[in-house]
């Protein structure tokens, strides 16, 4: 399986969760829905569909917890019955980002929350220091900006 990412600093990072947790696939994105980095996607249409959920996800599940119990629920997991989701967010100094992996009996969710600690310490070490200049995501910018980044995930930029 292949790790694509928008900037190369994120490669390892996920690549090196990947390994340690035995994951099947993982995306890291911003809240937004634009993709960082994945591994083990074959199809753009699946990166992008993924993406548009996982974003929807956490914004629901996070304005949910507020509702109910004042905060925003953390560290979402869902386990069918060949394979299991985790969706969490990474924060880092740079920004908060989303990440989420699928896996299998090859793994846990133990493992994989325990190694998604040490992703999020290592995506913060290996983060360039943050553009000033970097604004907000605008609306008319997304599609064009989403499209750029799958182009590059898979190679057509």
Known sequence: MST???EAWLEAPIRRFVEDSRATLALLLLPSGQVLAEHGFTR???VASA???????NASGGELGRMLDG???TGLHHAGRDRQIFLAEARTPRATYIFLTVFDSESSLGLVRLYFDEFV????????????ATGPVLAENFERDLN???AALFGRA
């Open 44 to 46: 753009s249409l699946d």
């Open 148 to 150: 750029r980044n799958l």
């Open 121 to 132: 310490a290592r995506l913060g070490a290996a983060a360039p220091q943050a553009d000033a």
């Open 4 to 6: 694509r990412a928008v």
């Open 51 to 57: 993406c548009a959920l996982a974003a929807a996800i």
């Open 71 to 73: 905060q925003a629920f």
